[in-house]
């Protein structure tokens, strides 16, 4: 004959007990749909407002700096995608400029402008698929996250037919680009780039006057321009709080002076601002993207004085940053002269915007939670790296 | 008006599903194992081993010098030395690989080994569908599996083999000039 369970033990409290005036705990993630991969947050709840967040990280660790510290530095570009695997082609760019920096190699000017067009493609579909997930975020399933991805899909295609590869590209190299551009690759590109805001007009018209869209994102997640600064957010992030930061305006690296471009700039610093400014940004991308195709120069795409095999740069430190679509993205070298880095630290934007996620998220509630974390733009590939 | 917006993100939404039926670049998806896109010139997946003339075994390039083996990020590729010499393609006495293994659930094909290959041994492939029935043994292709035509390179790459050709091709004349 079984024991019944009061018999065990102590009898479980009345189910009449009130949970008022205590905070309630709850683990969101790490297998959470809208945590944008293994993510997980401890919240400590009031009712339904947000009282306590910890973000819980590390479960994509998988070594990122300490194998680059093992590897050739050839063998690290692959691993560059797989960082913020949305954005290969900038990070890309961020390392080959860093290891350029440290061995002081020349960059053709044809290599230069690819870049630009590569990052700017990058840049478009990185945002363009984040309106889409944030959209998802918010309870707006499927429809803008699918359109987005098709418009994200075609520039994957131009990825594919150049570097092989739709996501990981593993594309430059230093002291220029892997190959030229296959034939008709840039008529296609051309294509693309013109019927972009086309897609942006209609996107803008599907969400930018929703109700229910400003409703949930207006003064939701105010981050003041302060805070920002101090806590060294970076890139959308950063302008949707007003402050003129740019690094293709400050450091000017590539070709990026040449071109013509506004840096827009939000006023409040919520998600909504964060939001339309990667729709702003997108439209800055295209005048760009226009100005770079127009003046690509013919040449080679690669320095003939840089080794492929047996590559040593000279005994130094580099740091080399670029503006990638979530922030500045760095990657900081230390060479002993060797075969490898002898430190190899990656300074990863969607890292250090989601630090400051529990000032955002403080006296919201759980539902708007996702759409702040949405917001951020994170890759939890490069956040745990 | 309250609700316009919702209104209006409907209206974009009706166009779209209707415009599917009328305009092809609305209707995107690929019904893929029965349709399938052509793959890009320069799509990369898995390395493949080239070898010239009819026999595989005697024409491959690969004289297993290990530099793509020293040089695999992951370190997926394990190349044993032969201990004697066997003529190649243009009959020179060269050293060839008695092993060469890649490992295809470690490999992530990101063409490092095809840039470092001084003898244009190494290319990608384009096959995709690498699925196994088993999870170890299957999942480690030998050197006969990987060891592909130089025909069948052309066929997949045909501008790069072109290219690959001529460069062989000339390397050849300027050997033959000197001797």
Redesign the interface.
């Given at each position: 004959m079984s024991v019944g369970f009061h018999e065990l033990e102590e009898a479980p409290p009345p189910m009449t007990a009130r949970l008022e005036g205590e905070l309630m705990e709850i683990s969101m993630g790490p297998q959470h749909p809208s945590t944008h991969g293994v993510f997980r947050m401890n919240v400590a709840l009031e009712g339904e407002i947000v009282r306590k967040l910890k973000p819980v990280f590390g479960y994509l660790h998988r070594n990122h700096e300490k194998i680059g510290e093992s590897t050739s530095y050839l063998g690290s570009m692959p691993y560059t995608d797989r960082l913020d695997y949305f954005c290969s082609m900038t990070n890309n760019w961020a390392y080959a400029l860093s290891v350029e920096k440290l061995a002081g190699i020349e960059v053709p000017e044809r290599a230069e402008y690819l870049r630009v067009i590569l990052a700017e493609l990058t840049r478009l579909q990185n945002h363009a698929s984040l309106l889409g997930f944030l959209l998802s975020d918010m309870g707006a399933w499927g429809t803008p996250l699918m359109y987005a991805f098709r418009e994200r899909e075609i520039i994957l295609d131009l990825f594919e037919s150049l570097s092989g590869s739709r996501m990981m590209c593993d594309y430059m190299r230093f002291g220029g680009c892997r190959c030229d551009l296959p034939p008709g690759w840039m008529e296609r590109a051309r294509k693309v780039v013109d019927a972009f805001p086309r897609f942006l007009d209609e996107f803008e018209k599907l969400i930018v006057s929703n109700e229910i869209l400003i409703a949930r994102t207006q003064s939701v997640g105010t981050l003041s321009a302060e805070l920002a600064i101090n806590a060294g957010i970076t890139g959308p992030m950063l302008r949707a709080c007003g402050v003129n930061y740019d690094l293709r305006k400050v450091d000017g690296y590539g070709f990026y002076p040449r071109f013509k471009f506004r840096v827009p700039l939000g006023e409040h610093g919520d998600c909504y601002d964060r939001l339309m400014m990667r729709v702003l940004e997108m439209r800055e991308s295209i005048e760009i993207l226009q100005q770079a195709m127009e003046q690509l120069p013919e040449g080679p795409i690669m320095n003939p004085k840089v080794k492929i095999r047996a590559f040593k740069p000279p005994i130094g430190e580099a740091y080399g940053r670029i503006e990638g679509p979530k922030g500045e993205l760095g990657f900081y070298l230390i060479s002993d002269g060797g075969p490898n880095p002898y430190r190899y630290r990656v300074r990863p934007p969607s890292f250090i915007n989601l630090t400051i996620l529990e000032d955002l998220c403080l006296g919201h509630t759980v539902a708007d939670v996702m759409v702040i974390l949405g917001s951020v733009d994170i890759v939890m590939g490069e956040v745990d790296r | 008006m309250?609700?316009?917006?919702?209104l209006?993100?409907m209206?974009?939404?009706l166009r779209?599903f209707l415009g599917s039926y009328f305009e092809r670049d609305r209707l995107?998806t690929v019904q893929y194992p029965e349709e399938r896109e052509t793959l890009?010139?320069?799509?990369?997946?898995f390395p493949f081993l080239v070898y010239d003339t009819e026999d595989a075994a005697a024409g491959l390039r690969c004289v297993a010098c290990k530099?793509c083996e020293k040089?695999?990020?992951p370190q997926c590729i394990l190349i044993v030395k032969s201990e004697d010499k066997k003529p190649d393609y243009l009959g020179k006495p060269q050293f060839y690989p008695r092993v060469f293994d890649i490992d295809i659930s470690v490999c992530?094909?990101?063409?490092?080994c095809v840039?470092?290959c001084p003898f244009e041994a190494i290319k990608?492939d384009k096959i995709f569908e690498l699925s196994r029935r088993e999870r170890f043994d299957a999942l480690l292709m030998g050197k006969d599996e990987l060891a592909k035509s130089n025909l069948y390179y052309h066929n997949i790459h045909p501008?790069e083999a072109a290219a690959v050709d001529a460069k062989l091709a000339e390397a050849a004349e300027a050997k033959k000039k000197k001797t």
């Amino acid at each position: 004959m079984s024991v019944g369970f009061h018999e065990l033990e102590e009898a479980p409290p009345p189910m009449t007990a009130r949970l008022e005036g205590e905070l309630m705990e709850i683990s969101m993630g790490p297998q959470h749909p809208s945590t944008h991969g293994v993510f997980r947050m401890n919240v400590a709840l009031e009712g339904e407002i947000v009282r306590k967040l910890k973000p819980v990280f590390g479960y994509l660790h998988r070594n990122h700096e300490k194998i680059g510290e093992s590897t050739s530095y050839l063998g690290s570009m692959p691993y560059t995608d797989r960082l913020d695997y949305f954005c290969s082609m900038t990070n890309n760019w961020a390392y080959a400029l860093s290891v350029e920096k440290l061995a002081g190699i020349e960059v053709p000017e044809r290599a230069e402008y690819l870049r630009v067009i590569l990052a700017e493609l990058t840049r478009l579909q990185n945002h363009a698929s984040l309106l889409g997930f944030l959209l998802s975020d918010m309870g707006a399933w499927g429809t803008p996250l699918m359109y987005a991805f098709r418009e994200r899909e075609i520039i994957l295609d131009l990825f594919e037919s150049l570097s092989g590869s739709r996501m990981m590209c593993d594309y430059m190299r230093f002291g220029g680009c892997r190959c030229d551009l296959p034939p008709g690759w840039m008529e296609r590109a051309r294509k693309v780039v013109d019927a972009f805001p086309r897609f942006l007009d209609e996107f803008e018209k599907l969400i930018v006057s929703n109700e229910i869209l400003i409703a949930r994102t207006q003064s939701v997640g105010t981050l003041s321009a302060e805070l920002a600064i101090n806590a060294g957010i970076t890139g959308p992030m950063l302008r949707a709080c007003g402050v003129n930061y740019d690094l293709r305006k400050v450091d000017g690296y590539g070709f990026y002076p040449r071109f013509k471009f506004r840096v827009p700039l939000g006023e409040h610093g919520d998600c909504y601002d964060r939001l339309m400014m990667r729709v702003l940004e997108m439209r800055e991308s295209i005048e760009i993207l226009q100005q770079a195709m127009e003046q690509l120069p013919e040449g080679p795409i690669m320095n003939p004085k840089v080794k492929i095999r047996a590559f040593k740069p000279p005994i130094g430190e580099a740091y080399g940053r670029i503006e990638g679509p979530k922030g500045e993205l760095g990657f900081y070298l230390i060479s002993d002269g060797g075969p490898n880095p002898y430190r190899y630290r990656v300074r990863p934007p969607s890292f250090i915007n989601l630090t400051i996620l529990e000032d955002l998220c403080l006296g919201h509630t759980v539902a708007d939670v996702m759409v702040i974390l949405g917001s951020v733009d994170i890759v939890m590939g490069e956040v745990d790296r | 008006m309250i609700g316009s917006g919702v209104l209006n993100g409907m209206a974009v939404t009706l166009r779209n599903f209707l415009g599917s039926y009328f305009e092809r670049d609305r209707l995107t998806t690929v019904q893929y194992p029965e349709e399938r896109e052509t793959l890009a010139e320069n799509y990369r997946n898995f390395p493949f081993l080239v070898y010239d003339t009819e026999d595989a075994a005697a024409g491959l390039r690969c004289v297993a010098c290990k530099i793509c083996e020293k040089e695999c990020p992951p370190q997926c590729i394990l190349i044993v030395k032969s201990e004697d010499k066997k003529p190649d393609y243009l009959g020179k006495p060269q050293f060839y690989p008695r092993v060469f293994d890649i490992d295809i659930s470690v490999c992530m094909s990101c063409q490092i080994c095809v840039e470092v290959c001084p003898f244009e041994a190494i290319k990608m492939d384009k096959i995709f569908e690498l699925s196994r029935r088993e999870r170890f043994d299957a999942l480690l292709m030998g050197k006969d599996e990987l060891a592909k035509s130089n025909l069948y390179y052309h066929n997949i790459h045909p501008l790069e083999a072109a290219a690959v050709d001529a460069k062989l091709a000339e390397a050849a004349e300027a050997k033959k000039k000197k001797t």
